[in-house]
């Protein structure tokens, strides 16, 4: 890529930090999408020119300091005298100094249009929908389809198919916040009276994260998405999985686990579909096991981390609205265990 | 003692005016005693001297840099490793709210009234502010803003939504208690202040200039200040409204920001940034004073390009409210109304360019001596131009899409802000030290605090871009490790470190100099404005006699001592007025006295605003005390009881 | 600054900080840990053996508390108590705005309403609610009424708003309350 060359000159941090900005999983500079691609094109475009005018301004300021002039004392207290060959001289320059301020500006608001018109275009060519509603602190994810039974939620996690564009509608509950997968996109907001929209799409297979980018309370810190890119063979897989209700437990710790979820706090706020858990105040767990974070992103799943998390919410996430339950240790290892199951 | 003397000394009381028929010494004697502060704590409560209240705000609004740099501190030590627990997350939401609150509302804008109060009516001419009792008033507000605002954040009801207090996140249900309220009012609090010295600032400078300083004679401070004072006019109005309705929408239930009512949650944004967006240049035009004001000292000529340099600021201060949409460019706003802002943005920098080249000219044809000031103005250049590129990246909206809201955005404004403000501010405190205090500020600390300013400073902010176009969000209280953001974020601590010493060297070489400084003269940087004229510390009258202007730089142009008209009462306060365009004497006018309505009014006014944060009856009940504050200020006076002799 | 209006200022900020933090703008999200049992339980009865025993004062952190009463809002909506109680005035279950309380007003006798369930038709939500969330129901029930300090009471909702917020709301002075325990309002 062209902008090799600026980007190595200005990594501060050595190897390390070039590493980063090439391959980071929440890098605006690692560009897995169509419209991130155009965007850091721009930026290194940006970069290029501007560092240079910086470069100018520096050697000019430094030439200007310390370039050697006449020896001799100039008093204190009295003007220089000024040559008018001089300030003419000097004129003339500012004036060409602000016709070239103006020409670079102007180039760079014209490439700005471009990539801003272009990033525009992918609008017409989605294929898929998906409804977000950011509440605090989680995303509440809907994948919409024209055949009203086959549309189902999840939370915190976004699948799609590689190469195909998804529109993704932002919706917010309480407060604003900021839909953000910088490896795929820039950033939209999600504000309360309001529907957004915004198109988003992965040209390579992997693993992203997102980050709610608008300051939302508590725990804005702790408020992250996982954004996978499939193949679309694997998508509708895990689609058509999606849409099935909740595997049914099979082992007797697992029952135990369903019949404490269902009678203790777990069920005022949480839904399982194809049991009687069918609050809509927390995410849906139908099928949590498959998702590759708990707590919108804060910690990696595993049974261990969904203990920690089930036993007490508020050590991990202080603030967040999934309260200490107060389940006893043989409740909360059943539950573990049912909650394990729901692939 | 002979006759002679005596009779002299008789005639001498007589005589009302200065002017020939009036000794050096006699006069001064009598200017002092006519405009003197009268000693003592009721004195220091009800002085209306614009110097004594101009160095009253420049140390509050220090008090106020250095708690919010410790809140500052508090946050780096917070997030120099993933995962801290230093601070809880609402401790950490407070801070944050915290600094940027008080670097904005409570220092920047402040300390640069603060030296418009001081320096203005000196740089132009003229023995007083325009309504100093106003400007008295003013500063009471303003540390009553201040010290509530603060007073609150000790009694854990400081405000914890950020500095720009988006709503519905600071509206009544989602931001429950008075928390919110208190940053509200004090925006009301200090926003009175704010334009109560525009007001006066604009008058002084149209008004009361020396005769002679025809407009394009004015020192580029002053227009710069005459600018900001008129952005202040039309900025401030914005913000207190919508901190208004954000009071009522919490207090009494109406439905601004309220969608589900018929307001508009982004109806906040859209005030809140017409304000703020000016707010920034406010902050930047008064430190582009700065500069011009050293750099022609140090580079020892005029500067180049004056009138360049007014267009600019005019430019600047016109343009700076065409552009307050680029903060809300990701809300989904339409978006060939994006473009329009797009451009403003980038157009702006046209003028700031335009600045930046008159200035690099004037050093280039100049014969630099390597001061601290230059060595902070130096500085500036550095950091500024490097913030004002960033902030051409931001005014693009595909890159803006991506780095709103992150670090590459604190990179950017504290390389504006720190850069383009605080530095020319050191620099403009070494500069005008001698002139406040009479003793000159080490120049070995002052290398020193240059130095750790300099290289803190970048170690602190150059590795935010990075860590924004990574992925590192603003306002978290803490990040998982695995982002790749640990170093850089370890090494911006380290850099805060490092300013927070410049910080300590600095204050301890005021404290030094203060006791153990060289005794600075009249000029003892061989400058040329007015203000070097007279002695320093400044005598209460400024001026013993008023002087005439034959340019820009009065004492380049007349190195053997400046003419002076005479005429003004020497017995009661006067000023004299001049015309706008041309400053031919006009009329002279009297000055107001010492006065303790101002600090009266300015306690009910306090006590109507906090108390309004309670209860809506506050602003009934509350008018009472202002009513009566206010009455005693404006009763006329009595006509002066000493008929003037026709002719002396 | 003169030595007098340093004294004088100094010992202002010492006075700030002696003074304990407010209480009423605490965010803790935890929730004091004041269980249903033990020698502060709520009772309906009252008569005693002895002296009464006095209640935890921890619970009434919940009552001073704008956060905790906040929560209890959102709580109030998550968990439909709409549904039978609609705003505060009552459907098919009694209203909470107004001043009669067939179960007592405190905030401890509302803890015990949600928690043990009532005849004809109130559910219990022993071990579906925690008690911490409960507390903060009860807290903010009690500001549906206007019992609460206003400072601490809700605002206008940032919703359809069906009734003025109940820090506006006039207090409704408990009557015919039956006494359910020490300290109680309404009790002779």
């Known amino acids: ?343 | 003692m002979s006759a002679r003397d005596t009779s002299a000394r008789d005639s001498a009381r007589f005589i009302r005016r200065d002017g020939p028929a009036l000794g050096e010494a006699e006069t001064h004697a009598r200017l002092e005693r006519t405009w003197a502060t009268p000693p003592g704590l009721w004195g220091w409560l009800s002085s209306v001297d614009h110097k004594q209240v101009g160095r009253r705000y420049i140390v509050t609004a220090f008090v106020f840099f250095l708690l919010a740099g410790l809140l500052a501190l508090a946050m780096r030590m917070q997030l120099a490793g993933p995962n801290q627990t230093l601070l809880t997350p609402d401790r950490y939401n407070q801070i944050f709210t915290m600094h940027g609150t008080t670097m904005m509302f409570l220092f920047a804008v402040p300390v640069m009234e603060a030296f418009a109060i001081y320096l203005v009516p000196l740089m132009v001419g003229t023995r007083a502010i325009a309504f100093p009792r106003l400007n008295a008033f003013s500063y009471w507000v303003y540390l009553a803003g201040g010290v509530m605002l603060w007073v609150a954040f000790i009694l854990n009801v400081g405000p914890d939504v950020g500095w720009f207090s988006y709503v519905p996140l600071a509206g009544p249900q989602f931001g429950p208690g008075k928390r919110t309220d208190f940053w509200a009012q004090m925006v009301t609090f200090t926003e009175v202040a704010a334009l109560a010295v525009a007001v006066e600032i604009i008058v002084t400078v149209l008004k009361q200039r020396a005769p002679g300083m025809s407009l394009n004679r004015i020192p580029l401070f002053v227009w710069g200040q005459l600018v900001t004072s008129s952005m202040v006019v039309f900025a401030m109005p914005a913000v207190m409204v919508s901190s208004s309705m954000l009071i009522m929408d919490r207090l009494i239930g109406t439905h601004f920001f309220n969608p589900a009512e018929g307001g508009d949650a982004l109806l906040w944004q859209h005030l809140f940034w017409f304000f703020g967006h000016p707010e920034v240049y406010i902050i930047f035009l008064p430190a582009t004073g700065f500069v011009s004001s050293i750099l022609p000292v140090f580079a020892r000529r005029p500067i180049f390009g004056y009138t360049a340099l007014v267009l600019a600021l005019f430019a600047t201060g016109f343009l700076g409210f065409g552009l307050w949409v680029h903060h809300m460019f990701v809300t989904g706003l339409p978006h060939l109304g994006n473009s329009f802002y797009t451009a403003a943005s980038m157009a702006i920098a046209i003028p700031s360019g335009i600045q930046i080249f008159c200035w690099l000219a004037t050093l280039w044809d100049g014969r630099p001596r390597f001061a601290t000031p230059l060595l902070f103005i130096i500085g500036f250049i550095v950091i500024f131009v490097l913030g004002g590129l960033s902030g051409i990246m931001l005014a693009s909206v595909p890159i803006d899409s991506q780095v709103h809201d992150t670090y590459f955005v604190v990179a950017h404004f504290h390389y504006v802000l720190i850069g383009g403000a605080v530095f020319p501010l050191f620099g403009a405190v070494y500069y005008w030290f001698p002139k406040f205090t009479g003793r000159m500020l080490s120049e070995r600390a002052g290398a020193w605090n240059f130095a750790l300013f300099f290289v803190g400073f970048n170690l602190a902010f150059f590795p935010m871009h990075i860590l924004g176009l990574i992925g590192m969000p603003r306002r978290i209280y803490s990040y998982p490790a695995g982002l790749g953001w640990d170093d850089l974020n370890l090494l911006a601590t380290a850099g805060a470190l490092i300013l927070a010493a410049g910080v300590l060297v600095f204050l301890g070489n005021v404290w030094h100099s203060l006791k153990y400084g060289l005794v600075a003269g009249d000029n003892p940087w061989g400058a040329g404005t007015l203000e070097w004229a007279t002695s320093s510390p400044p005598p209460s009258v400024n001026f013993v006699h008023i002087p005439v202007v034959t340019g820009r730089e009065p004492l380049w142009e007349e190195p053997n001592g400046l003419a002076a008209v005479s005429g003004l009462r020497v017995d009661q306060r006067e000023l004299l007025l001049t015309t706008v365009v041309d400053a031919e004497p006009d009329v002279r006018e009297p000055s107001p006295m010492p006065s303790i309505w101002p600090l009266l009014s300015a306690i009910a006014v306090t006590v109507l605003f906090i108390g309004s944060i309670f209860t809506p009856w506050a602003v009934v009940w509350g008018s009472i005390p202002l009513a009566v504050g206010l009455i005693g200020w404006f009763w006329p006076k009595s006509p002066p009881d000493t008929p003037e002799p026709v002719v002396e | 600054m003169s030595s007098p209006c340093r004294r004088a200022v100094s010992l202002l900020l010492f006075a700030a900080f002696a003074l304990a933090a407010c209480d009423r703008e605490d965010r803790e999200p935890r929730g004091a840990p004041v269980g249903e049992s033990g020698p502060g339980a709520t009772v309906q009865g009252t008569l005693y053996a002895g002296e009464p025993t006095p209640p935890d004062p921890r619970r009434q952190e919940y009552e001073g508390n704008a956060y905790h009463i906040s929560q209890g809002k959102q709580l109030y909506v998550w968990f439909n108590c709409g549904t039978c109680h609609a705003n505060g005035g009552g459907d098919i279950g009694p209203p909470l705005m107004d001043d009669v309380w067939i179960y007592g007003d405190s905030l401890e006798n509302i803890f015990a309403t949600i928690v043990q369930g009532r005849p004809n038709g109130m559910p219990s939500f022993r071990n579906k609610i925690p008690e911490t969330q409960i507390w903060e129901i009860a807290a903010y029930v009690r500001s549906m009424s206007g019992q609460t300090p206003t400072a601490a009471s809700p605002g206008r909702n940032d919703s359809l708003n069906a009734k003025p917020a109940e820090q506006r709301t006039p207090k409704a002075e408990p009557k015919n309350s039956n006494p359910g325990g020490p300290g109680v309002e309404g009790r002779q």
């Open chain 1, 1 to 343: 890529m062209r902008a090799r060359a600026p980007m190595a000159l200005l990594c501060i941090g050595g190897l390390a930090g070039c590493e980063r900005v090439r391959h980071g999983v929440q890098s605006a500079l690692d560009p897995a999408g169509h419209q991130a691609g155009r965007i850091a094109d721009l930026w290194w475009l940006f970069l290029a020119v501007l560092a240079a005018v910086y470069a100018l301004v520096l050697i000019l300021l430094l030439v200007a300091a310390f370039r050697p002039r006449r020896r001799g004392r100039v008093p204190v207290g009295s003007a220089f005298p000024q040559e008018a060959p001089t300030e003419r001289r000097l004129t003339r320059v500012l004036v060409a100094w602000a016709v070239g301020t103006t020409a670079i500006i102007l180039t760079l608001t014209g490439f700005s249009y471009a990539v801003d018109r272009d990033i525009l275009s992918l609008g017409h060519r989605a294929e898929l929908t998906v409804e977000i509603t950011a509440k605090q602190w989680w995303w509440q994810v809907k994948y919409d389809d024209p055949v009203p039974n086959r549309s189902f939620e999840t939370a915190n996690e976004i699948r799609l198919p590689v190469g195909v564009p998804v529109r993704v509608i932002l919706k917010a509950q309480d407060v604003i916040h900021s839909f953000w997968v910088p490896n795929l996109h820039g950033k939209t907001d999600l504000i309360p009276g309001r529907v957004n929209e915004t198109v988003i799409v992965a040209n390579r297979e992997g693993r992203f994260r997102g980050q709610c980018a608008e300051f939302c309370g508590f725990q804005h810190a702790n408020m992250a998405l996982d954004v996978v890119a499939v193949p679309r063979a694997e998508f509708d897989a895990w689609r058509e999985s999606q849409l099935a209700p909740a595997v049914a437990p099979s082992d007797e710790q697992s029952q135990e686990g369903q019949r404490v979820f269902l009678t203790s706090a777990c069920v005022m706020c949480h839904t399982i579909r194809g049991t009687t858990a069918a609050s809509r105040v927390g995410p849906d767990l139908t099928h949590i096991a498959t998702r590759p974070s708990l707590a919108a992103g804060t910690l990696p799943y595993s049974k261990g981390n969904l203990a920690g998390w089930i036993a007490d919410p508020q050590r991990i996430k202080p603030g967040s609205q999934m309260p200490v339950t107060g389940l006893s240790a043989d409740q909360l290892q059943s539950v573990l265990a049912y909650l394990d199951g729901l692939k």
